[in-house]
């Protein structure tokens, strides 16, 4: 029963910034205008700055929590398009990885393929050695065609790469800029509602 209270006074307390006894005051105003023949002036008007004081803070929680879902939302978004770049950059990586190991694998050959030209060159020329050499010549210019391919394979995936570290950087800015928006949000109702609190004050001493 307690828990339901509180509950219920933290609600009715808005941000803290004295709804619930503002509400209180108009309760109160409420009940003994029905014993009263005729309610004062003065608490008239007391009663109807408070109840403005009320809707001008549900406005502005309205507002916040607007703002609030409007923000999630864009969050959500951002975190999912990066979400499917990082998956997409794993991909990229691990083809990379598979290129990079067939490089390997070209480079050694060319190498093996030319120390077998430089022995062929030792031999004295025959028909048949020509003809060999021909054919290590024409492996050797496809493999090295192959490997320029591969190496700009390579190059496109590195310049992925670094397209997505720009990503991350602006989204990383994003939210740093988005917090402090709503700590300035945050200064400017608590500075509204510190002024509204002075003028109830003046009002009360009156």
Do not use: W
Not at 38 to 46: R, S
């Amino acid at each position: 029963m307690k828990e339901e209270t509180y509950f219920r006074k933290l609600i009715a307390d808005g941000e803290g910034t004295g709804e619930d006894r503002r509400v209180q005051q108009v309760a109160a105003f409420f009940r003994e205008s029905r014993k009263a023949e005729e309610p004062k002036v003065a608490e008239v008007l007391k009663v109807t700055k408070a109840l403005e004081l009320i809707e001008l803070s549900m406005m502005k929680q309205q507002q916040i929590a607007q703002m609030n879902k409007i923000q999630t939302a864009e969050f959500d978004a951002c975190a999912e398009d990066i979400d499917k770049q990082i998956e997409s950059m794993y991909k990229t990586m691990e083809e990379a990885k598979i290129e990079l190991e067939e490089a390997k694998v070209v480079k050694k050959n060319r190498q093996e393929y030319r120390k077998l030209v430089n022995v062929l060159n030792e031999v004295p020329s025959r028909s048949e050695t020509i003809r060999k050499l021909e054919e290590v010549k024409d492996d050797l210019e496809r493999q090295h065609e192959r490997q320029k391919i591969l190496e700009a394979k390579l190059v496109d995936r590195r310049n992925h790469l670094q397209a997505f570290n720009i990503i991350l950087s602006n989204f990383q800015r994003f939210c740093t800029e988005d917090d402090e928006d709503d700590a300035e949000i945050e200064n400017e109702a608590e500075d509204d509602d510190d002024a509204a609190s002075i003028a109830e004050k003046k009002e009360d001493d009156k």
